[in-house]
């Protein structure tokens, strides 16, 4: 079936206005790719051109002057455990407010969700004050803890969304072979959550590992800071190192990218299978 001219035009202007985005998108990343393997010299002379030899010096300044290799298992440990232990709690919850009948569930619901509504930032001092009689100030805790509190009402929002859509047919039938409930959950609705729960995973993980103002201010101790604060203390240690700081830089983003790439259809799914009821 032949398009219609104005079919073909109107395609071609949106094809046009993705390529341009696209471009926007990914520009910042070649160019911040191909600056980490020039000089500093090399940088203000040849700014846009490709670098003349391509030497990991820059990288080894990072991994070693910067300490970057020791932010960046710090930032491992707090964003692997605060995105393992938001999915298992958020998933558990969904289930119990999506498909199980009682009377707070709209209610518990709610709550959760007013959690969305409240800024990091007016936490900040009652954690602070909480954390200090607890003594769990320069702890990994300081930051896991709230990492999962501020990630968790929004991972409620998208595995519920998704859980809804889930058939009620499908527990019921598995209900009458004699399944039991921690089957049902284990066995049924998570397999097929799947692609939520990985959104969740997705999501939380980059903004743990991007995150700056709780490490910035629960971290001290310099040999347990995140890399987003590792690279501000860089910054002010080599503050001429331009291209030390990009390379740092370069280092700190390919997770999240990686883990993008490789999630991104799961995230998709994730995002949209909620919107309609099934």
């Not at 969904?94 to 930032?121: D, Q």
Request: proline fraction near 4%.
């Amino acid at each position: 079936m032949k398009r219609k001219p104005v079919e073909k035009v109107w395609l071609f202007i949106k094809y046009f206005f993705l390529i341009v985005f696209t471009i926007m998108c990914l520009y910042p990343l070649v160019w911040l790719f191909l600056a980490s393997f020039k000089t500093n010299q090399e940088l203000y002379f040849n700014t846009w051109g490709l670098p003349e030899s391509w030497s990991l010096t820059n990288y080894m300044n990072a991994v070693v002057k910067g300490g970057v290799i020791r932010y960046f298992g710090n930032s491992v440990i707090i964003a692997v455990a605060a995105v393992l232990v938001t999915v298992i709690l958020a998933t558990m919850a969904s289930y119990a407010i999506s498909r199980m009948e009682w009377k707070l569930s709209k209610l518990t619901y709610g709550i959760f969700l007013l959690g969305m509504m409240i800024p990091v930032y007016a936490l900040i001092i009652p954690l602070f004050s909480v954390f200090k009689s607890m003594g769990l100030l320069n702890t990994y805790l300081s930051v896991i803890i709230p990492q999962i509190a501020v990630g968790f009402p929004m991972a409620i929002f998208i595995i519920c969304g998704f859980m809804d859509s889930i058939p009620k047919d499908l527990e019921e039938a598995a209900v009458i072979d004699g399944c039991s409930v921690y089957r049902c959950f284990f066995n049924i609705i998570l397999p097929i959550a799947k692609s939520s729960i990985v959104t969740v995973a997705v999501v939380q993980f980059i903004n743990v590992w991007n995150d700056l103002l709780l490490p910035r201010i629960f971290l001290t101790d310099s040999n347990m800071m995140t890399l987003p604060v590792g690279l501000t203390n860089f910054q002010s240690m080599y503050s001429t190192d331009y291209v030390g700081e990009i390379a740092a830089v370069i280092i700190t983003i390919i997770p999240s990218i990686i883990v993008y790439i490789l999630l991104h259809k799961n995230i998709m799914e994730g995002m949209v299978a909620g919107a309609v009821k099934g």
